[in-house]
């Protein structure tokens, strides 16, 4: 691939194809409203840190698109992490190093780790900024310091989801 060719995302048909196959409520704790605040933040925070932006507004619509249940699905991130990368060339075009970043993000996003990679440690900042959603504040330890600083707005935005159901 020409490094100055630009890189493809359709994002529109992407979304489409996650939520067509999507097997838990779109609106339930881990569906669009939850991809919305990940991707906002993996932007906001990405910004600042240098994350690469195509891999953290992917993580966010893809990082729980295999879960079979809203509770303890220990496997939703092998099966996402698979599914990322069956649509590579599909509707994004990440090279190799992106597509092992995305990969390595999504399938391991639950394990409360944190990374060295500023794209790695971006996707999972912006999934556990949203933590509120389900009652829990998020610790900075396991966010970056371009994280840490927005999870007093970010807790307060997610918990908006529970008052709202």
Same mark, same amino acid.
């Not at 605040?37 to 993996?42: D, L, M, P």
């Not at 990082?63 to 996402?80: K, L, T, V, W, Y």
């Given at each position: 691939?020409?490094?100055?060719?630009?890189?493809?995302? +359709?994002?529109? @048909?992407?979304?489409?194809?996650?939520?067509?196959?999507?097997?838990?409520?779109?609106? @339930?704790?881990?569906?669009?409203?939850?991809?919305?605040?990940?991707?906002?933040?993996?932007?906001?925070?990405?910004?600042?840190?240098?994350?690469?932006?195509?891999?953290?507004?992917?993580?966010?619509?893809?990082? +729980?698109?295999?879960?079979?249940?809203?509770?303890?699905?220990?496997?939703? @991130?092998?099966?996402?992490?698979?599914?990322?990368?069956?649509?590579?060339? $599909?509707?994004?075009?990440?090279?190799?190093?992106?597509?092992?970043?995305?990969?390595?993000?999504?399938?391991?996003?639950?394990? @409360?780790?944190?990374?060295? #990679?500023?794209?790695?440690?971006? #996707?999972? +900042?912006?999934?556990?900024?949203?933590?509120?959603?389900?009652? $829990?504040?998020?610790?900075?330890?396991?966010?970056?310091?371009?994280?840490?600083?927005?999870?007093?707005?970010?807790?307060?935005?997610?918990?908006?989801?529970?008052?709202?159901?």
């Amino acid at each position: 691939m020409n490094s100055m060719a630009p890189i493809l995302f +359709d994002r529109k @048909g992407l979304l489409a194809e996650v939520m067509s196959q999507f097997r838990i409520s779109i609106s @339930g704790y881990h569906g669009t409203n939850h991809w919305t605040r990940v991707r906002h933040h993996a932007l906001t925070i990405a910004k600042e840190s240098g994350a690469d932006l195509l891999v953290v507004e992917l993580f966010a619509f893809l990082h +729980d698109s295999q879960r079979i249940n809203e509770n303890e699905d220990r496997m939703h @991130g092998e099966r996402a992490a698979e599914y990322a990368e069956s649509l590579n060339q $599909i509707y994004f075009d990440l090279p190799d190093s992106g597509l092992d970043k995305l990969v390595h993000a999504i399938r391991f996003h639950s394990y @409360g780790h944190v990374h060295e #990679c500023v794209t790695i440690q971006t #996707c999972w +900042d912006s999934d556990r900024l949203d933590l509120g959603r389900v009652g $829990i504040k998020p610790n900075e330890k396991y966010l970056s310091p371009f994280a840490a600083k927005h999870i007093d707005a970010a807790y307060e935005w997610s918990k908006l989801k529970r008052i709202n159901d």
